[in-house]
Nanobody
Framework: QVQLVESGGGLVQDGDSLSLSCAAS????????VAWFRQAPGKERDFVAG????????NYRDSLKGRFTISRDNAKNTVYLQLNSLKPDDTAVYYC?????????????????WGQGTQVTVSL
């Protein structure tokens, strides 16, 4: 069992940056692949970025490459998502998710553990 807690969300303006954190507890964190998803009101929960167990592989939603950066610190049991050049369309609840085995990064069904989410709101 892995418990995930997101933090770092907030209300920012168009063009600002935010750094989200996903703190894990429970089993050995470095055994897990971790991803970030986001869900805007009335929309499906979409893949944002993922990172492998020891950070050698990262994967991003194509439309977000270059603005968002995922990283992890296994010593701190934490995964980060740096959000730059934020736009109103980035407004959503951001969730982190974990799985021991990944087949398809963007498939929500791959992930067994989810956090409660953190709200990011970008105003004009």
């Amino acid at each position: 069992q892995v418990q995930l807690v997101e933090s770092g969300g907030g209300l920012v303006q168009d063009g600002d940056s935010l750094s989200l954190s996903c703190a894990a507890s429970g089993r050995t964190f470095s055994d897990y692949v971790v991803a970030w998803f986001r869900q805007a009101p009335g929309k499906e929960r979409d893949f944002v970025a993922g990172i492998s167990r020891t950070s050698e592989i990262t994967n991003y939603r194509d439309s977000l490459k270059g603005r968002f950066t995922i990283s992890r610190d296994n010593a701190k049991n934490t995964v980060y998502l740096q959000l730059n050049s934020l736009k109103p369309d980035d407004t959503a609840v951001y969730y982190c998710a974990a799985t021991r085995y990944i087949t398809r990064w963007s498939d929500r069904r791959n992930y067994q553990y989810w956090g409660q989410g953190t709200q990011v709101t970008v105003s004009l």
